[in-house]
């Protein structure tokens, strides 16, 4: 499924209607079946974009059209209904459930609109992970890495055809790094539209596609 991103634009505001921070307008169109990367130091925008393109932030100019829809056309109901049958989104920093089991964290996107677990699919994403042994713990008591791999499982439960992960080897140990990279990557092999933003410069030589962010302006 395509994701195009036509002339999106963004500006944060100060109290005093002073722009605190514009993303330029910005065209981007992550090919399917290939791992884009956009890199760029902190604060450049990268998870503002990201947030637009996964459905999440409203944007103040332009266009994002996923497969014929164009996103913030449909209303909320149904835009949360679309993001969920489609884009898999491996947020930035730590995300999962700690209260929750490896598996419930898993099945979370599922369970919202769908009734019928994917068994198959769990146990195959639980294996692939290396979250086999884990799989009953609470996520509470997970490493960084270890819950890394369950937002991973999570974003990918519902079969999406979009991906979208924002930084996820942040904060990272050399070896979950490799592995989070080497997921991505395969997913991005069976066809996916795979886009992550990162600064970790590590990161690149995974990547199909490199694209640059640096002040609110995509190079
Ligand atoms: N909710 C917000 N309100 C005001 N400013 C924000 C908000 N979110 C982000 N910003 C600012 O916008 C800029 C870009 O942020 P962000 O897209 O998160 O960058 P990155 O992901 O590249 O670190 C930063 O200067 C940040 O402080
Ligand atoms: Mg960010």
Known sequence: MKLVADKVGYKYYRKNKKV????????????????????????????????????????????????D???YSLSDEERSRFRNAHIGIIPQGQSVLKHLTVTENI??????????????????????????????????????????????????IGKPEI??????????????????LTALKNIAGEGKTVLMVTHDREAEEYADKILKMDGGILI
């Not at 921070?21 to 169109?29: G, I, M, N, S």
């Not at 769908?114 to 996520?139: F, S, Y």
């Open 107 to 156: 099945l979370l996107p599922i369970s919202m609109y769908r009734e019928d677990t994917p068994t198959n699919l769990l146990n195959e994403l639980i294996e692939n992970l290396g979250l086999k042994k884990l799989e009953n713990e609470k996520a509470g008591g997970l490493s960084g890495g270890e819950m890394r791999r369950v937002a991973i499982a999570r974003a990918l």
């Open 69 to 71: 829809k164009d996103l």
């Open 163 to 180: 991906i979208l992960a924002d930084e996820p080897t942040g904060d990272l140990d050399a070896d979950n790094r490799k592995l989070v």
């Open 20 to 67: 605190l921070f514009e993303l330029k307008e910005t065209v981007l169109k992550p090919e399917e079946g290939k791992l884009t990367e956009i890199v760029g130091h902190s604060g450049s925008g990268k998870s503002t974009l990201l947030n637009i393109c996964a459905g999440l932030l409203t944007p103040d100019t332009g266009h994002l059209l996923v497969g």
